[in-house]
C-alpha cells in the first residue's frame, strides 16, 4: 500500500468514527435538558475568556502564516483575533444560552375525531456538519447555536484558521466535559485535508442529517455539487435597492447609503440600485452624490452616466456580481414591472427592499418577488437574525428547503409527530 | 452524430424545454389565487369523469403489455384502474380542493422595537419533480396537491402505467386551460427513457427547487445517490409495534392485529412485533393466535417459536425487513430500553406504537425515539396524511429536513419574509 492510499484509508477510518460518535452525542444530546445545554454554553463562555491569551497566541500564529501567504486584507481581517473579538465570542455564547429552548416545544396539537390527539414537537436535526472558512468566530458561534438547538456537529473551518480554531474548540469541549455532556457533541474534522470535506459530504450520509456551508460562493457551490446529503443553502446576497416613484427624497437617500455603505462586505448589503425614470430628475443626483460622498464607486447605466462625470459604466456582468465592496450598479427603470422583471433576472433570491410612498406598489413588490426577505422602507441590512429578533444565526439560508432567510436556533430543528390514543385501530 | 448520441442530445433539450416552461408556470401560479387553483381541480375531478372510458382503455393497453411481461399479481394490482378507481381519483381532487389554502397564510408576525413589522408568509417551493412508479393515480394525486399548493410539477411515471398516466394528465391539462392557468403547470417527462430521471436530477437544478421521490426502496436510494436538486425523502416503513407491561390484551391483540394485516401493503403497516417478556405467558399467545386466525405467517425468536408450532425461525435479516406482506417478525425483549434500542438500531423513522397501561414507560417511548411518528395505545396504520386531518398526502417522509411524516399540500410550500418599514435604517 502505498503512503498516500494509506492516508486515504486513515482518512476515511477518522472521518468514519467522527461519524459514528457524533451520532452517539447526538442521541445523548437528543434527551439532554435545556437547562444543561445553557450551562455548557455559559461555561464555553467563560473558558473563552479565561483562555484568551491562548487564542490569541494561537490566531497569531495563523497571522504569521496568511501574511507570508500573502492573504488579502480582508482575508486577513476575517482571520484576526482580538481582546474584542475574543470577548465577543464569548458574548456571543451568552446570548446563545439566553435564547428560548427550541427543542421539545409543541409546535401544534389538535384532536381528531376519534380521539386520537396529535402533536407536532420540536426536535433537534441530528448529526449537522459546518463547511465554513476561515473566520474564528465561527467556530464558537456555529459550535454554540448547535449545541443550543440539541445537534451535534461536525465542524470544518478553512485551513488558514486552524490553529485558533482548534484552540476555541478545546474551550468548547472543556465546558462540555465539565457540564456533563458528551465531548463529541462538539467535534472538529482532524486534518485540512480537503479531501476529508469530500468523505463528509459524500460518504457520511448515515452519520449527517444536513450540512450548512457558510462562506463564499466557491465554497457553497462546491457543497453542493458534491454534497450527497442535505444542504441548507447559502447562496450569495445579490440584494436590490429599488426607489418606486413617489418617494421621499430623504428617506430613499438614508436607505440607499445604509443598505450599501453601513457594512459592504456582508451579505444583505445592496450590490444594486434600480432607480425609476421618473425619480431620476428629482432623487438621483442627490443619491449618487450621498454615495460619492460616503466613499461608493457607482457603475452605471448612460442615464446614470449622464448625470455625473464620476459614474463608471456598468458592464452587463455588473449586474450579476456580488461586490462586498464599496462598489454599486446603477440602472434606470420605467416601472415596477421592469424594476421586478430585472431582480427575478439577476438577484439570488436573498433580500431586497422596494422604497416607495405608493402602499399599492409596495405590496406588490412584497408579493409578487420571491426572494428570502423583502422589505418595504427599510435598508437591506437588516437582513440578520439578531435584527429579526431571532438571536444569532449561522446564515441567510437563499434556498427553498427547510429553512429560508436568517437560519438560527429554531431553523437547525426538525419535527415529529406524537400521537396519543386509547386503543384506536383504523377502520 | 450516431443516431443514439443524437437522441440524447434531443432528450436533454426536451427536458431543458421542460424546465424552463415549469420554471414560467410557476412564476404564474405564484400570482394565482387559491379561487382558481380550487376553480382548475374541479375541473380536473370533472374530466376525469367524463372521460373515465378513455382512461380505461388507455390503462387495458397498459394491463395487456404488464401481463405479457408477467408482472406479479401486486403490480398489476397497483396499475389497475376500473370505474370505481377512477371515482376515487375524481373525489381526490374534489377533496384536494376543498384543503385550505396554504399559499399567502401568514405563519408568524411580529414587530421589533425598531418599528419594522416582520410577517413569515407561506410561499410555494417553486417547481416540483416527482418520480413515482406504476400507479396511474399518483398523476392525479401528486399533480393535485402540486396544484393546491402553488407549485408547478414535472411527473415521472413508472414505464408500465405509461398511458394510463397521459391520459390522466391529459384531463389534468385541459383542466388547467379551461381555467385560465398555465397549461405547463402540471407537466409529464415526455419520454419512459430511464435517462430523463437522470436528467432531471443531475442536471435541472436551475429549474428543479425539490424531487419528492415516491416508490419502493430501490427507487428512493436511486433518486437519494443521483439528485443535485433537494429530496424530500421517503425512505421504507419498517414500523414496530411494542406490547409493554401491563397491557390490556384486548386492546394489545386489535391493535397488532389492525397495525399488520388491514393492509399489508402500505408503509404504515408493522413488520415487527416487540414484547416484554412479563408479557410472553399472558398475551403472546392470543395475539399469536389472531395473527395466525388473520392468515399472517409468523418468523419468532426461539421463545416465540416455544410458544407454537406455527411459528417459523426469524432470521437476523428478518428485523431489517419491511415485508409490505402477510409476515410479521416477532422478538421478546427484556424491556422498555431494550424494545426502543432494536428500534434504533433496525427501525427506517418512520412509525412506532407502544401498547402499554404505563403512562410513564409510554411517555419515555414518545419521548425517547426519534420517528416520524410515534404512537401510544394506537395502530400504526394511522401514519397516513388523511388521518391525520391533513387531506391528501404525497407520502410519508423520514427524512429529517424540510417535513416529515405526512406530506400534504401545506408540506409542498416554503415562506417567505415581507418586512414593512417607515424609512429604518441599520445602526
Known amino acids: 500500500m502505498s503512503a498516500a492510499t494509506a492516508n486515504k484509508v486513515d482518512l476515511g477510518a477518522q472521518m468514519l468514527a467522527l461519524g459514528e460518535q457524533a451520532r452517539a452525542a447526538a442521541s445523548a444530546l437528543a434527551c439532554s435538558s435545556g437547562a444543561a445545554r445553557n450551562k455548557a454554553l455559559l461555561l464555553a463562555a467563560r473558558e473563552i475568556r479565561a483562555n484568551s491569551e491562548k487564542l490569541l497566541a494561537a490566531n497569531a500564529e495563523d497571522m504569521a502564516a496568511a501574511r507570508e501567504r500573502q492573504l488579502s486584507a ?46 407536532r414537537v420540536r426536535v433537534p436535526l441530528g448529526v449537522i456538519g459546518i463547511v465554513y472558512e476561515s473566520r474564528p468566530n465561527v467556530t464558537a458561534d456555529a459550535g454554540g447555536l448547535c449545541l443550543k438547538s440539541g445537534n451535534a456537529v461536525i465542524l470544518r473551518g478553512g485551513s488558514e484558521s486552524d490553529h485558533s480554531s482548534r484552540a476555541i474548540h478545546a474551550c468548547l469541549v472543556r465546558a462540555l466535559d465539565a457540564s456533563g455532556l458528551p465531548g463529541h457533541a462538539i467535534q472538529m474534522v482532524p486534518t485540512t485535508d480537503r479531501a476529508a470535506v469530500g468523505i463528509l459530504l459524500r460518504d457520511m450520509a448515515q452519520f449527517v442529517d444536513v450540512v450548512v456551508p457558510r462562506g463564499g460562493k466557491g465554497l457553497i457551490e462546491r457543497v453542493q455539487a458534491d454534497a450527497r446529503v442535505p444542504v441548507i443553502g447559502h447562496l450569495e446576497g445579490l440584494c436590490h435597492v429599488y426607489l418606486h416613484a413617489p418617494a421621499d427624497l430623504k428617506m430613499a437617500t438614508d436607505i440607499v447609503v445604509n443598505a450599501k455603505m453601513r457594512r459592504t462586505g456582508i451579505c444583505g448589503a445592496a450590490e444594486t440600485l434600480l432607480v425609476d425614470r421618473e425619480l431620476v430628475a428629482s432623487h438621483l443626483g442627490p443619491v449618487l452624490a450621498a454615495l460619492f460622498e460616503a466613499g461608493c464607486e457607482i457603475r ?14 456598468a458592464q452587463p456582468e455588473d449586474w450579476d456580481t ?3 465592496d464599496a462598489v454599486l450598479a446603477v440602472r434606470v427603470v420605467d416601472d415596477l414591472d421592469s424594476a421586478m422583471a430585472h431582480i427575478r433576472r439577476h438577484g ?11 402602499a399599492e406598489a409596495a405590496e406588490r413588490f412584497l408579493q409578487g418577488l420571491d426572494s ?5 422602507n427599510a435598508s437591506t441590512q437588516f437582513a440578520d437574525g439578531g435584527e429579526f429578533g431571532m438571536g444569532a444565526e449561522i446564515g441567510i439560508a437563499t434556498g427553498k428547503v427547510h429553512a ?5 436556533a429554531e431553523q ?16
Open 74 to 119: 480582508a482575508m486577513l481581517d476575517r482571520l484576526a483575533l482580538n481582546p474584542d473579538r475574543v470577548e465577543a465570542m464569548a458574548q456571543g455564547l451568552e446570548a446563545i444560552a439566553e435564547l428560548p429552548d427550541p427543542v421539545g416545544s409543541v409546535i401544534a396539537r389538535w384532536e381528531r375525531p376519534n380521539g386520537l390527539v396529535i402533536e
Open 300 to 313: 452605471g447605466d448612460e442615464t446614470v452616466q449622464q448625470l455625473d462625470a464620476r459614474v463608471k459604466a
Open 372 to 376: 428570502a426577505i423583502l422589505l418595504h
Open 412 to 427: 437547525l430543528t426538525s419535527y415529529k409527530y406524537v400521537v396519543r390514543g386509547t386503543g384506536q385501530v383504523r377502520p
Open 348 to 358: 439570488s433570491g436573498h433580500t431586497e427592499t422596494i422604497v416607495t410612498d405608493d
Open 404 to 408: 429560508r432567510g436568517p437560519v438560527g
Open 322 to 324: 456580488e461586490y462586498l
